[in-house]
Each structure stands twice: as C-alpha cells, then as structure tokens.
C-alpha cells in the first residue's frame, strides 16, 4: 500500500510537470547551455587550476560538471520538503490529504519523490551532455559506490530539509536551516573550487559542511574511479552526518506537526 | 451509538509567549475561546446542521471532528473513536467536504484527481476506480470527468469537492458549505443528492456547517446554533422556529377597491408593517404583519367585500428559519452585553470597595 502511494505522488507530479511541455523541454536545453558554457569557463582557466584538482584528475570541466550537477541534490533535499508544505497549503489541498488515512510524515516524503527524481535525471542529462558533447571522462567511475554516496547524500540533505519544513510549518516563512545550509554550502562546499583556494582559516570550516565530504567522495568515486577502501573514511563521515541529523529532524518534525495542531496553523501559510 | 457524542469540547486559541513572540508575528492579541464547552451528540443516519455567524466556531468544531485540530479540553467521540487518541479510524469513518475548490490539481482532469486523492485512502486500484465511476455517476459528473480541473465551472468544481469526500464510502460526511456558490439548479441538485441518495439511501450521517438557513431547513433534522463559541439552541428546527415569539405575514391580493380606501381598513385593524402596491391596473397587493394572534385576516377580509372589493388571493407566510436566527442572535448579543456590563459593574464596585 505504502508503494503505491509512492506512486500516486509521482504520477500525479509527473502529469503534472508534463502538462507543461514546453517548460520541461527547455530546461534540458538551459542543461546544455550550462554545461557548455562551464566547458568553455575551463578552456580559459587551461592547466593554471590543475595543481589545485591533481586528487581530482587536474581537469576543471569534470569537477565543476560533477559539483554543480550533484550539489542539485542539496538543493532539493533542503528545498522540496518544505516548498511541498507550503504549496499544498496554498493551494488547500493539505488539509484533504490530512483527513485520509495517510500520515503527514509520509505526504510530505512522497511529494518529494518526484523532485528527486527529476534532479537523478537532470545529474544523467549533465554528465552524459558532458561525455557526449565535451569530452569528459567517465570511464574510470566506479558506479556502486558512487550510488552509496548518493544515497547518504540524499538521506542527509533530506533530513536537514525536513527539519526546514518544521520550521515552515511553525514560522510559514523565513527559515533559519535552508538559508543556513545553502549559504555555507555554495561557499565552502566545493561545488565550483576546491576548498584549497580558500585562506586556511575558512578551509577548517569546510569540514563542517556536509556537502564538502560528498563532492569529494562523489568526484573521486565517478572521476578517479576510488574503490569503496579509499573512499571509506568520506563515507564514514556522511554516515555520521546522517545518524545524527536524522533523528533530530523527526523530533523536530514531530513538535512542529503538535505545535501547528494545538495552534490550528497546519493549513495556513 | 451515536455517530458523533461531543462533551464539554473546548478550543482556545493563545497568542504566542516570549521569544515566539518576537519571532512570529501572530494576528491574535489575546487568547480566543474559539468552542466554548460545548456538548451534543448526533445520531447515526442524522442530518445535522450547525449554523451561527462568521466567528462563532463552526470551522474550528468540525476541524476538531476532523482530527485536523486538537481541543484544548474535553472529549469528541466519532463513530466511536476518540479524535485525539484513535486519530486514524476516525479518519477511516469520516469524509470532508469543506467547501474549497480551488484545493485540487487543476492540470490534472476530474477523474485524475479523484484517482490520486483515492490513492491516500488505502483502497485496492481495482476498487479504487470502481469507486470513482460511482461517485461520478452520483454527482452527475460523468461526461465532464475526462476534462482539465480548471476547465470546471464552479458547480462542477463543488460537485467533485463532495465526490471526493464520498470516495472512501464514509460513514460520516462532513460538508462546510456544500452549495456555496452554485447556482439555483446545482443546489438543488446537491440538496437532493444529500437528502435523498447519501441519508435516504446509504444511510449516512451527514454533519453539515452552513449561513445558508433555507438550506438546513429544508435538509436537516436537527440544528445546533453556535455563537461565541457556545451552543445556544441544540434542537429541530421547529422547535427552534418556536422558541421566538414569531409574527404572521399575510400578502393579500384584492381587486375593485381603491388604494386609499384599502388604506384606511388596513389601518383600523391595527396590523403593522402594512405596504400596498399594485400588481397589475386593477389588483393591489397588501401586506401586512400580525403579531397580536387571534384572527386579523377573517374582519379584514369582511370589511373588504362590505366595501365591493373582490378577493383574489390570501396567503399566510410561515415564519422562517432565517427570521427566528436573527432573532435569536439579536438575543444572545444582549445576553452577553448585559453580562459584560454586569461582570464590569462587579470589578468597579469591588476596586472601590478596596
């Protein structure tokens, strides 16, 4: 029953994003333009970076290829739990889904199926545009673990972004996490540099941000090809960021579902 | 048992406290007794009605039944199941029917909607979508099922809004509003639907909230009027008629009398409220109120013939739901001002005594 609620959700959200045909076409086009337009960006920056990216394989295009395609993930994962609260409470279907036999908890989850979905199929447009058109490298990846590594990716940034949610459900808007996350993330993630061009002091803050562990893991995995042994103490560490954030987001969750309850402000926005 | 058993429920609302407050800007100052200790019960295939004006707690009470809020104090009992500690078997026994259209996905058709909003309610696929053909069928949506939500007219729209609170077979049908904005026919329709095919036939219980009084008049068996949070009359609606003292309306037609004429035995029999126009070239239409009981129109009637007027018709107006609510609300709106004055009165009299 669980599974196909699950996709309930997703039939109902891939209907939905289809019906706008011309949308969905172009966002694969704005892909291209990005992908290209980053290939050029690492012409121009030549082999002055490489000694910065030699862990990585010395070639920019692929690490900012694998950075921006996969930092899609914290994106949704921080953004899509509570964009689906407030959209389903502006448009007042919440409240009808709240008086069927299905739990809040697992609303929300399903919602987010399908962004997640579309952000895996947006990381196979990227990298196979990146292949295809511009030459990129992908011949050394090393498939299972980079699949692990998406997988605590996804439980981590999920579970911080359900404890942005929370915060929508109490506050509506302006919420502290998202802004948090996303800010520190674009900075000291590693997403378009690596953390090594920054002063020394704010490379120590780089540690604390779980994005940067899994771009790392994520670049050596699929670019250098690392095996499960060499990639154990990255996985570790997400595994850690996971088991701890987790459970702190379904308490949060929780307090927030009894606090809007008690203050009847679950279906206001 | 009763479908519904409802004691000594209580909802406040409290504005937030310390650092929340300075956080969230909340649009209450003080705390609000939204459902003031209220107690009733509905019986199993009922046609229950609350009705009060904006404020008085009709959403926040079905809200409540719902499992969609929790009280502050007291117990709500639906189809047997607590609401605050059985929350998922009395969601299994209820459906909501509260009035919003614009809460489906209106780029997916009417039948697409039904189908995913099926799909919360544990149902198999195979009775899902026998399900969503009957309930098309009962709200005559058919033929338009296949089409885009936004497509909808706005009777369509609050047709699908009860079909799919019918999808889960529900015991209890909440509806807030079920005709608001629908035309004359539709109503009618939906009234019909409601009165005959889901209590006459299926036997269910039927919760409804609405302002539109021919409504639950002509529908329910009983009404229960909030205001201020409390229930104020818990009864049938004749009963209810009754507990005003009501005045008759009378709308006479007459012909081959003059205007002033009519006037003037209008105005010797001590009737209020009279007004006289006329209906075509030779007709008048007099209308009158009678409050005093006894026999106003049968003197009157006589006088008219004695003066060579001709009689074509006579009707007597019973009073209506709506005039016996207004009333009453009148009543409760001077109870709570005396009291208030009293309460005020008390405090000032006891700081002087100090």
Request: charged fraction near 20%; include cysteine.
């Given at each position: 029953m669980?599974?196909?609620?699950?996709?309930?959700?997703?039939?109902?959200?891939?209907?939905?994003?289809?019906?706008?045909?011309?949308?969905f076409?172009l966002?694969f086009?704005?892909?291209f333009?990005s992908?290209?337009?980053?290939?050029?960006v690492?012409?121009?920056?030549?082999?002055a970076?490489?000694?910065?990216l030699?862990?990585?394989g010395g070639d920019?295009?692929?690490?900012?290829?694998?950075?921006i395609?996969?930092s899609?993930?914290?994106?949704?994962?921080?953004?899509?739990?509570?964009s689906?609260?407030?959209s389903?409470?502006?448009?007042?279907t919440?409240e009808?889904?709240?008086?069927?036999?299905?739990?809040l908890?697992?609303?929300?989850t399903?919602?987010a199926l399908?962004?997640?979905?579309?952000?895996s199929?947006n990381?196979?447009i990227?990298?196979?545009f990146?292949a295809?058109?511009?030459g990129m490298?992908?011949?050394?990846?090393?498939l299972?673990?980079?699949?692990?590594?998406?997988?605590?990716?996804?439980l981590?940034?999920?579970?911080?972004?359900?404890?942005?949610a929370?915060?929508?459900m109490v506050?509506?808007?302006?919420?502290?996490?998202?802004?948090?996350?996303?800010?520190?993330?674009?900075?000291l993630?590693?997403?378009?540099f690596?953390?090594?061009?920054l002063?020394?002091?704010?490379?120590?803050?780089?540690?604390?941000i779980p994005?940067?562990?899994?771009?790392?893991?994520?670049?050596?995995?699929?670019l250098q090809?690392?095996?499960f042994?060499?990639?154990?103490k990255?996985?570790?560490?997400?595994?850690?960021?996971?088991i701890c954030?987790?459970?702190?987001s379904?308490?949060?969750f929780?307090f927030a579902?009894k606090?809007a309850?008690i203050e009847?402000?679950?279906?206001?926005? | 048992?009763n479908?519904?058993?409802?004691?000594?429920l209580?909802?406040?609302?409290?504005?937030p406290?310390?650092?929340?407050?300075?956080i969230?800007k909340?649009?209450?100052k003080?705390?609000?007794?939204a459902v003031?200790?209220?107690?009733?019960?509905?019986?199993?295939g009922?046609?229950?009605?609350?009705?009060?004006?904006?404020?008085?707690?009709k959403?926040?009470?079905?809200?409540?039944l719902?499992?969609?809020?929790?009280?502050?104090?007291?117990?709500a009992?639906?189809?047997?199941?607590?609401v605050?500690?059985?929350e998922e078997?009395v969601?299994?026994s209820?459906?909501?029917?509260?009035?919003?259209?614009r809460s489906f996905y209106w780029?997916?058709?009417?039948?697409?909607?039904l189908?995913?909003f099926?799909?919360l309610?544990?149902m198999p696929?195979?009775t899902?979508?026998?399900?969503?053909?009957?309930?098309?069928?009962?709200?005559?949506?058919?033929?338009?099922?296949?089409n885009?939500?936004?497509?909808?007219?706005?009777?369509?729209?609050?047709?699908l809004v009860?079909g799919r609170?019918?999808?889960?077979?529900?015991?209890?049908?909440?509806?807030?509003?079920?005709?608001?904005?629908v035309?004359?026919v539709t109503?009618?329709?939906l009234?019909?639907?409601?009165r005959n095919k889901l209590v006459?036939?299926?036997?269910?219980?039927?919760?409804?909230?609405?302002?539109?009084l021919?409504e639950?008049?002509?529908l329910?068996?009983?009404i229960?009027?909030?205001?201020?949070?409390?229930i104020?009359f818990?009864?049938?609606t004749?009963?209810?008629?009754?507990?005003i003292r009501?005045?008759d309306?009378?709308?006479?037609?007459v012909a081959?009398i003059?205007?002033?004429?009519?006037?003037?035995i209008?105005?010797h029999k001590?009737?209020?409220d009279?007004?006289i126009?006329?209906v075509e070239?030779?007709?008048?239409?007099?209308?009158f109120?009678s409050?005093?009981?006894?026999?106003?129109?049968s003197?009157l009637l006589?006088?008219?013939?004695d003066?060579?007027?001709?009689?074509?018709?006579?009707?007597k107006?019973?009073p209506?739901?709506?005039?016996a609510?207004i009333?009453?609300l009148?009543k409760?709106?001077q109870r709570?001002?005396?009291d208030a004055?009293?309460?005020?009165q008390?405090?000032?009299?006891?700081?002087?005594?100090k």
């Open positions: 669980i599974l196909k609620k699950a996709l309930a959700f997703l039939k109902r959200d891939y209907k939905m994003q289809v019906s706008y045909r011309l949308s076409l966002q086009l704005g892909i333009f992908v290209a337009t980053f290939f050029f690492s012409k121009l920056l030549g082999k970076v490489n000694p910065y030699t862990s990585y920019y295009f692929s690490y900012v290829l694998i950075g395609a996969f899609g993930f914290l994106g949704t994962g921080l953004g899509t739990f509570s689906t609260i407030s389903a409470q502006s448009h007042g919440l009808t889904m709240l008086v069927t036999p299905t739990s908890s697992a609303i929300i399903f919602s399908w962004n997640f979905l579309f952000t199929f990381v196979l990227y990298l196979a990146g295809f058109f511009f490298d992908l011949s050394k990846a090393n299972p673990a980079a699949f692990l590594i998406l997988f605590l990716t996804i981590m940034f999920s579970s911080i972004g359900i404890i942005s929370s915060f929508i506050f509506k808007r302006g919420d502290p996490i998202n802004w948090l996350f996303g800010s520190f993330s674009s900075l993630g590693g997403t378009y690596p953390i090594t061009v002063p020394a002091w704010l490379q120590k803050a780089s540690y604390f994005l940067f562990y899994a771009l790392r893991a994520m670049r050596h995995a699929v090809g690392y095996t042994l060499m990639l154990g990255d996985i570790i560490i997400l595994c850690i960021f996971a954030i987790l459970p702190i379904l308490f949060c929780r579902v606090r309850k009847g402000s679950l279906v206001t926005y | 048992m479908a519904i058993e409802v004691r000594n209580t909802k406040k609302f409290s504005p406290r310390g650092l929340m407050k300075f969230s909340s649009p209450l003080n705390e609000i007794v003031d200790r209220i107690s009733f019960a509905v019986e199993e009922e046609i229950f009605a609350v009705a009060g004006p904006n404020g008085a707690g959403t926040t009470l079905i809200k409540i719902c499992t969609l809020l929790f009280p502050s104090s007291g117990k009992l639906v189809n047997g199941h607590d605050q500690t059985e078997k969601k299994a209820v459906g909501l029917s509260a009035g919003e259209e780029r997916l058709t009417g039948r697409e909607n189908a995913f099926a799909s309610q544990n696929k195979t899902a979508n026998k399900r969503i053909t009957e309930v098309l069928h009962q709200i005559s949506l058919e033929d338009a099922a296949d885009m939500f936004y497509s909808y007219s706005a009777g369509m729209k609050q047709k009860i609170a019918l999808l889960s077979n529900p015991k209890i049908l909440f509806l807030d509003e079920p005709t608001k904005s035309d004359p109503a009618h329709a009234r019909k639907l409601i006459g036939e299926q036997k269910r219980t039927v919760f409804l909230a609405s302002h539109h021919e639950v008049e002509e329910c068996d009983r229960a009027v909030m205001h201020q949070g409390r104020t818990c009864g049938t004749d009963d209810f008629k009754r507990t009501s005045s309306h009378y709308i006479l037609e081959n003059m205007e002033d004429k009519l006037a003037e209008a105005n001590n009737l209020a009279i007004s126009a006329y070239d030779s007709c008048l239409r007099l209308k109120v409050g005093n009981g006894g026999d106003p129109v003197p006589r006088d008219i013939l003066k060579g007027g001709a009689i074509h018709s006579c009707i107006s019973r209506k739901l709506e005039e609510f009333k009453h009148d409760m709106d709570a001002n005396i004055t009293e309460e005020a008390m405090v000032s009299a006891g700081n002087i005594k």
